[in-house]
T-cell receptor
Framework: QKEVEQNSGPLSVPEGAIASLNCTYS??????FFWYRQYSGKSPELIMS????GDKEDGRFTAQLNKASQYVSLLIRDSQPSDSATYLC??????????FGIGTKLQVIP | EAGVTQFPSHSVIEKGQTVTLRCDPI?????LYWYRRVMGKEIKFLLH????????ESGMPNNRFLAERTGGTYSTLKVQPAELEDSGVYFC??????????????FGSGTRLTVV
């Protein structure tokens, strides 16, 4: 079992729709959870972090965390073509080490 | 604020040669990490420095890889001798104070290493 599981996609959504990206993790002791966006050929860029159960909103982005289910998600409202990228779920354990999922490729269709 | 800088951006070397990658973290960031992404795979942890000390090097694949961070500033990652399976993108990242659970990383632009 992988430590951080994501569907590699691609996930295609029409412009203006809500994109829903999901991630599960195996280590129940994980403390912090992150979503990174990576454009092709570029470095990952941190877009959201969450550490408490529930929702955290930042602009068009909402991160959701359910520690009981070991599940993290990212919602992107009003998706734009510029949101097309690979979204990496990342989980931090007790020693600062962050483990990444393989990433979900999102395609927003104009 | 300058970001995390990596050099070179690309490197093509022959099997058996030596390559040294460099990373300059954000000024004041004590934590420095090396990660590697092989094509089609996840970004994998290699090691973590806190200042000049190796906090965790559990991800280093073998003794052909040597990382240093003299003086707690920039870091180098040497691969000697390089093998074909070492090809990939090597990312460096840095972060602020240890213990703040929500600190994400700032990544450098990566070094794309190709071993032929």
């Amino acid at each position: 079992q992988k430590e951080v599981e994501q569907n590699s996609g691609p996930l295609s959504v029409p412009e203006g729709a809500i994109a829903s990206l999901n991630c599960t993790y195996s280590d129940r002791g994980s403390q912090s959870f992150f979503w990174y966006r990576q454009y092709s050929g570029k470095s990952p860029e941190l877009i959201m972090s969450i550490y408490s159960n529930g929702d955290k909103e930042d602009g068009r982005f909402t991160a959701q965390l359910n520690k009981a289910s070991q599940y993290v998600s990212l919602l992107i409202r009003d998706s734009q073509p510029s949101d097309s990228a690979t979204y990496l779920c990342a989980v931090k354990g007790g020693y600062q080490k962050v483990t990444f999922g393989i990433g979900t490729k999102l395609q927003v269709i104009p | 604020e300058a970001g995390v800088t990596q050099f070179p951006s690309h490197s093509v070397i022959e099997k058996g040669q030596t390559v040294t990658l460099r990373c300059d973290p954000i000024s004041g960031h004590d934590n420095l990490y090396w990660y590697r992404r092989v094509m089609g795979k996840e970004i994998k942890f290699l090691l973590h420095f806190v200042k000049e000390s190796k906090q965790d090097e559990s991800g280093m694949p073998n003794n052909r890889f040597l990382a240093e961070r003299t003086g707690g500033t920039y870091s180098t990652l040497k691969v000697q001798p390089a093998e074909l399976e070492d090809s990939g993108v090597y990312f460096c990242a840095s972060s602020g104070p240890t213990g703040l659970a929500n600190y994400g990383y700032t990544f450098g632009s990566g070094t794309r290493l190709t071993v032929v």
